[in-house]
Structure formats: structure tokens, C-alpha cells
């Protein structure tokens, strides 16, 4: 688990554009993934203090929802704390675009 602090990076996906910022906590972390600038959108809050992780949507998605559920579960049950995740894209990410987030995400948490 990454220290607590301010991360962001900047993540090309072919011709589109995401701006990754991560706020670590010592019980969790708060991960905003926005494109096209800095902008709120879909959010989903975690907790993996448990066997298994629970999650609730704060602001629902209207696409990529299993997305922002997995990738705050995977957060909470990764540092055993609390995972919120909050999505902004301009159209449906696909299955390679979010996998290259995923993986961008959660090395962005371990580090």
C-alpha cells in the first residue's frame, strides 16, 4: 500500500486522454479517473475489512458500472480498507481501455 499522499498521472489509451488522481489515506484510498480534464462523475464507495468486499453506489453509472465496482473492491480488499472510485468518461471505456486503467490504477495503489 502506497503512503498517504497525493498522486496523478496522466494515461494515454489510443486516441483518448485520462487523468488518474489517487488520494491515499492510512484506511483507504479515493481514486478519480476523469477524461478530458478534472471532472466528477460516477462514484462507487468499498470496504474490504471482511472476507469479502461490500460496495454501494454513491452516483450511479449510466455505462462501464461493473467497472467502478470492481476496481473499488479490488482497491478495498488490495489495502483492507476503503476503496472510492469515481469515474468520468466521455463514452463507454471497453475491455482494453479498462483493463490498461485497471492495471494503471492498481499499480498506482501498490506503489
Known amino acids: 500500500m502506497s503512503t498517504p499522499g497525493y498522486t496523478k498521472k496522466i494515461l494515454a ?39 469479502a468486499a461490500t460496495s454501494a453506489t454513491v452516483i450511479p453509472a449510466k455505462t462501464d458500472s461493473f467497472f467502478l465496482k470492481l476496481i ?15 469515474l468520468y468518461a466521455d463514452r463507454e471505456l471497453g475491455n482494453e481501455c479498462s483493463k ?4 494503471e490504477i492498481m499499480e498506482m495503489v501498490r506503489a
Open 100 to 103: 490498461i486503467l485497471m492495471g
Open 13 to 51: 489509451v489510443g486516441a483518448r486522454k485520462f487523468l488518474i488522481q489517487l488520494l491515499s489515506f492510512d484506511n483507504g484510498t479515493f481514486v478519480s479517473v476523469s477524461e478530458n480534464g478534472q471532472k466528477i462523475g460516477s462514484m462507487v464507495v468499498s470496504i474490504g475489512s471482511g472476507p
Open 72 to 86: 473499488a473492491e479490488k482497491i478495498s480488499t488490495s489495502i483492507k480498507g476503503i476503496g472510492v472510485v469515481s
